[in-house]
């Protein structure tokens, strides 16, 4: 089993820049592909970044492709999503969760209770 927990959204404007954070524990959670998937009202989640167990490879959708950055920091059990040039539609809830790569595309498993992101001016 593995806890995860986001933190670090908030209101932003148009151009910004935010950071989340997600603080896993339980099993060794340096084993395992973590990755950041957001959902807005009525549409399914949808897959925004994963990175490697041990940080070297990362994945972007391409909605998210240079402006977003993926990292973490297993001494910390910590995986981090760096977003800058925040847009309107970047509007969401934001959920880190242990990422598996399943029917040709990214999926989740053990997700946190998200944390939101909203971009307004």
């Known amino acids: 089993q593995v806890q995860l927990v986001e933190s670090g959204g908030g209101l932003v404007q148009p151009g910004d820049s935010l950071r989340l954070s997600c603080a896993a524990s339980?099993?060794?959670?340096?084993?395992?592909?973590l990755g950041w998937f957001r959902q807005t009202p009525g549409k399914d989640r949808e897959f925004v970044a994963v990175?490697?167990?041990?940080?070297?490879?990362?994945y972007y959708a391409d909605s998210v492709k240079g402006r977003f950055t993926i990292s973490r920091d297993n001494a910390k059990n910590t995986v981090y999503l760096q977003m800058k040039s925040l847009k309107p539609e970047d509007t969401a809830l934001y959920y880190c969760?242990?990422?598996?790569?399943?029917?040709?595309?990214?999926?989740?498993?053990?997700w946190g209770q998200g944390t939101q992101v909203t971009v307004s001016s």
């Open positions: 990175i490697s167990s041990t940080g070297l490879s990362t």
């Open positions: 339980g099993r060794t959670v340096s084993d395992y592909f």
């Open positions: 969760a242990v990422a598996r790569w399943r029917d040709s595309r990214w999926s989740g498993n053990y």
